[in-house]
């Protein structure tokens, strides 16, 4: 998508927003540079919110004033690495998560900032780097151990039960003793994967085939029972979690249309 092209699509999807709802913001600013992480590799900011800020007892728009900017160089980059890019939906969920920032300050909330945080635990952890093992719950809970992190979908699994306990060794110390089936639900349907033998207390496994209609990335957070006097937290705390990091493939499990 050419430059022109794109501003003309955000400035239309920006002015379909109600004005009531951008109420404060003094405009949206279209750049044409790239935003890329100071340390991340194919890592860039897609936009900003620049809120500043005057005291007063009163918080709204006439004290807290946003720019809501957009980089086009970033789209650019990350379409070249995405075949299946799309310009538009981008440019929408970027305005508006931008503009939720706006209104997060006028509220003096700071949900999003800590899905901004959590969004760098998920690519420390994509870049093999120490991470918070629970960043995924600061996303958007669906239910049913189902969270939404900005277009990441994770599936937690809380006592994956005593096959999987023997598989992975958890408890007794012991190594993992062969492959266990794990199922989830995804879209009203069950399917099962196959895990192989690790040792951990928490596994994230990556479906990366199988399931439809496929999200973008869809993680189950397999949680292990762990044989300890005072249970799993006071375990974590004492010691830390042993953390796995996997991909895996599912597959439709019989008779699970439910």
Do not use: N, Q
């Not at 093992?133 to 239910?143: A, C, Q, T, V």
């Not at 995804?186 to 951990?200: F, M």
């Not at 199988?210 to 029972?225: I, N, R």
């Amino acid at each position: 998508m050419k430059f022109a092209e794109f501003e003309a699509l955000a400035r239309e999807e920006w002015e379909g927003i109600p004005s009531h709802f951008r109420g404060g913001v003094d405009g949206l600013v279209v750049e044409r540079d790239a935003l890329a992480h100071p340390e991340k590799r194919d890592v860039y900011t897609l936009g900003e919110c620049i809120t500043e800020s005057w005291p007063s007892d009163y918080t709204g728009p006439d004290t807290t004033r946003s720019s809501i900017v957009l980089y086009y160089g970033s789209f650019r980059r990350l379409a070249a690495l995405d075949p299946e890019f799309d310009w538009e939906a981008e440019i929408w969920e970027t305005i508006t998560h931008e503009l939720r920032h706006h209104l997060e300050s006028l509220a003096d909330e700071e949900d999003l900032l800590d899905v901004d945080v959590a969004m760098d635990e998920h690519f420390a952890r994509r870049d093999g780097e120490s991470f918070d093992p629970f960043y995924y719950r600061s996303g958007e809970s669906l239910g049913r151990g189902i969270y939404r992190l900005d277009g990441v979908y994770f599936v937690e699994i809380e006592e994956v039960g005593a096959e999987a306990e023997a598989f992975v060794g958890v408890g007794a110390g012991a190594a993992g003793a062969g492959p266990a089936d794990v199922t989830f639900e995804w879209e009203g349907k069950r399917y099962g994967v196959v895990l192989p033998a690790l040792d951990a207390d928490i596994v994230f496994a990556e479906v990366v085939e199988g399931v439809k209609p496929a999200p973008s990335e869809l993680h189950l957070v397999l949680l292990f029972p762990v044989d300890r006097p005072r249970g799993l937290k006071a375990f974590f705390r004492r010691k830390g979690p042993r953390v796995a990091d996997i991909e895996v493939k599912a597959k439709r499990t019989k008779g699970a249309d439910g």
